[in-house]
Each structure stands twice: as structure tokens, then as C-alpha cells.
């Protein structure tokens, strides 16, 4: 079973940077992929970014050149660096472990960008 925590969101003015983190515990071995997904009110859920077991990675158009996906396997953790943040970018952001036969998701975190 894997548990994953998320932290680091915040209220950022239109402009600024946000460094979301998520740590995995548990039966890490098993993922697979790690990504960010946001749900904005009345908006579906949508991945943001994703990174595969090796360095591979994949971002959404809208915040392609301004937010990056990372890990340190040594920390069990994946980072999602967001620049030049924009009021459209105001989310709630999950991490979500995809392993062999599951997903997992993380509890989320309040990213909002004011104008």
C-alpha cells in the first residue's frame, strides 16, 4: 500500500512561484507514474504534469514552460516547481501514485493566484 502526503500550496500573487511536494511512503517500489492533477471549482479533474519511472515526464499545454515536474527518488518525493503563476492556475492540486493494478491519491492542496 502506498500513502502519499501533499504540501506546499498557498495564496501567490499572479506572477509568482509555488514548489508543491509529495511524499510517497509505504510499497514505493510498485509505482509506476507519479502526477500533479488540479479540479478547479466546477471544473473537472485534469493532469498538469507527469513523471514515468525513469526521467521521462509529460506536462498539460496550459502549463507547459512554466511549471516543472521532479523527484528525488532519495526522499521518496515528487516536486512540482509552478513560475509565473496566472488566476487560471487557482486549483486544488492532488498527487496521484499510478502502480502495477491501483491508483492512489493524495488528501490535495489549495493553490490560489491572485490578479
Known amino acids: 500500500q502506498v500513502q502519499l502526503v501533499e504540501s506546499g500550496g498557498g495564496l501567490v500573487q499572479a506572477g509568482g512561484s509555488l514548489r508543491l511536494s509529495c511524499a510517497a511512503s509505504?510499497?514505493?517500489?510498485?509505482?509506476?507514474?507519479m502526477g500533479w492533477y488540479r479540479q478547479a471549482p466546477g471544473k473537472q479533474r485534469e493532469l498538469v504534469a507527469s513523471?514515468?519511472?525513469?526521467?521521462?515526464?509529460n506536462y498539460a499545454d496550459s502549463v507547459k514552460g512554466r511549471f516543472t515536474i521532479s523527484r528525488d527518488n532519495a526522499k521518496n518525493t515528487v516536486y512540482l516547481q509552478m513560475n509565473s503563476l496566472k488566476p487560471e492556475d487557482t486549483a486544488v492540486y492532488y498527487c496521484?501514485?499510478?502502480?502495477?493494478?491501483?491508483?492512489?491519491w493524495g488528501q490535495g492542496t489549495q493553490v490560489t493566484v491572485s490578479s
Open positions: 509505504g510499497s514505493i517500489s510498485n509505482i509506476n507514474v
Open positions: 496521484r501514485a499510478t502502480l502495477t493494478l491501483a491508483s492512489v
Open positions: 513523471i514515468f519511472s525513469g526521467t521521462s515526464t
